[in-house]
Nanobody, 126 residues
Framework: QVQLVESGGGLVQAGGYLRLSCAAS????????MGWFRQAPGKEREFVAG??????????YYADSVKGRFTISRDGAGNTVYLQMNSMNPEDTAVYYC?????????????????WGQGTQVTVSS
């Protein structure tokens, strides 16, 4: 089992930045592909960013809406994943979730991720 805990959410003004962290426990996640998703009120959960497991080279990929503004990364030990969010705008307001999957490759589908954190609220004011 993998337990994921997100932190770093909060209130930020448009144009500002935040860094979210996702800490794993129970098992090392270096062999897991990781993803960040978000869900705004009344909307479906959507993919934000993904990073492959370390042994696949930790390649990254992003939703078009955040490309060039957000960066996903994982620490050297492999048990924490980050989402650096820059140039934020009110459309980025949502609950952000960290997720893990044990399969290789890339996917933007929430259904392909087996483990989820509880989420952290991010609010961007205009």
């Amino acid at each position: 089992q993998v337990q994921l805990v997100e932190s770093g959410g909060g209130l930020v003004q448009a144009g500002g930045y935040l860094r979210l962290s996702c800490a794993a426990s129970g098992r090392t996640i270096s062999n897991f592909a990781m993803g960040w998703f978000r869900q705004a009120p009344g909307k479906e959960r959507e993919f934000v960013a993904g990073i492959s497991d370390r042994w696949s080279g930790a390649f990254t990929y992003y939703a078009d809406s955040v490309k060039g503004r957000f960066t996903i990364s994982r620490d050297g030990a492999g048990n924490t994943v980050y989402l650096q969010m820059n140039s934020m705008n009110p459309e980025d307001t949502a609950v952000y979730y960290c997720a893990a999957r044990g399969s290789p490759g890339r996917t933007t589908s929430p259904a392909q991720y087996a483990y989820w954190g509880q989420g952290t609220q991010v609010t961007v004011s205009s």
